[in-house]
């Protein structure tokens, strides 16, 4: 079977590669997942300037997943701009550069220096980044998000792609597609981030389990799967002309093989990697191959997007 993705002159061996936020803050990090089975790399979304981040523990297992509420800790832009800049575009395994500034003007200050940096990696601008206070994460405020793609693609005239949270409401999911749609530049998206705001709690501590916003954060693993596949299904179907890049729940060849069903060009592993390590990337891609085998798919495409309905 022939696992490679090609879209957006990148080329990838396999689809799989590790979701922003994990496995991808330091350059050793970012080397792990370089050196692992992953088909692609993706950076820890960027800020101007480093961030310690919340106070620990701000991770947490839980019975089917995880919980986050990380505060964006990270080495500022410059850090990932370098590492762009010395990354061995030739091996063969694209990388990408994840930013969320704390403002717009970070965003576009961090946007103008990738740019004039002519690099061959593609950005991916996280839409959970915060808004003016008192207003909801941009990707959940659809004029905020056509403002913000607006003055994006005025100082940044490549292709790029947004990471969005999830949508949980067919208006939302048809607003989003719209203002999305207008922005031709715009050549992926890649659904989705964290299920916002979770609480986990453990019984025996009578207790929360992560320190920050008294113990709210994002959700990620077995909990956020089917949230993930409806949000990669419908953008699919909305979306004109654009790829979309499933993330939520993966941690087998069974939940890749759906996401692709649904339609996604390619899918990123994050709570999966976070507890397993770079290994699950080759135990993924050789569960997927088995499962194309089984079922008589020779590659990606004879199955992509072709969701039964009943
Ligand atoms: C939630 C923000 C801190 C605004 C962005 C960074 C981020 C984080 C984080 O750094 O806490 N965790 C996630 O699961 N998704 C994210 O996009």
Redo the contacts with the bound molecule.
């Keep these: 079977v022939d696992l490679s993705v090609s879209w957006l002159g990148v080329n990838m061996e396999n689809p799989l590669y590790n979701a922003?936020?994990v496995m991808c803050r330091s350059r050793e990090e970012l080397d792990a997942v370089a050196a692992s089975a992953a088909g692609a790399v993706v950076t820890k979304?960027c800020t101007l300037s480093p961030r310690e981040?919340?106070p620990e523990p701000?991770y947490a297992r839980a019975p089917h997943g995880s919980i986050?509420?990380?505060?964006?800790?990270n080495a500022g832009y410059e850090y990932y701009l370098d590492y762009a800049k010395n990354y061995d575009h030739a091996s063969g395994k694209p990388l990408f550069v994840s930013v969320?500034g704390m403002t717009l003007e970070e965003n576009l200050t961090m946007l103008k220096a990738f740019r004039d940096a002519d690099l061959p990696c593609l950005v991916e601008l996280?839409l959970?980044?915060?808004n003016l206070p008192g207003k909801a994460?941009i990707g959940y405020d659809f004029a905020a998000s056509s403002h913000v793609l607006s003055e994006v693609v005025k100082v940044y005239d490549k292709p790029f792609g947004v990471?969005l949270p999830p949508y949980f409401d067919p208006v939302h999911f048809a607003e989003m597609a719209s203002v999305l749609n207008s922005f031709p530049s715009l050549k992926y998206v890649t659904c989705i981030?964290?299920v916002g705001n979770g609480l986990v709690i453990d019984i025996d501590s009578e207790s929360v389990v992560i320190k920050p916003k008294a113990g709210l954060g994002?959700l990620?693993g077995d909990y956020v799967l089917p949230t993930a596949l409806a949000n990669v299904r419908e953008f699919s179907r909305l979306l004109d002309g654009k790829h979309v890049i499933g993330c939520g729940g993966i941690k087998s060849g069974r939940e890749a093989f759906m996401h692709i069903l649904a339609g996604a060009t390619a899918v990123q592993v994050g709570t999966c990697l976070y507890e397993e390590g770079a290994g699950c990337f080759a135990r993924i891609r050789d569960e997927l191959a088995a499962i194309m085998e089984e079922k008589g798919y020779r590659t990606l495409a004879d199955f992509r997007g072709k969701l039964l309905t009943m």
């Design positions: 922003s936020g979304s981040g919340n701000r986050n509420s990380m505060g964006l800790p969320s996280n959970s980044c915060p994460q990471k981030n964290s994002g990620g």
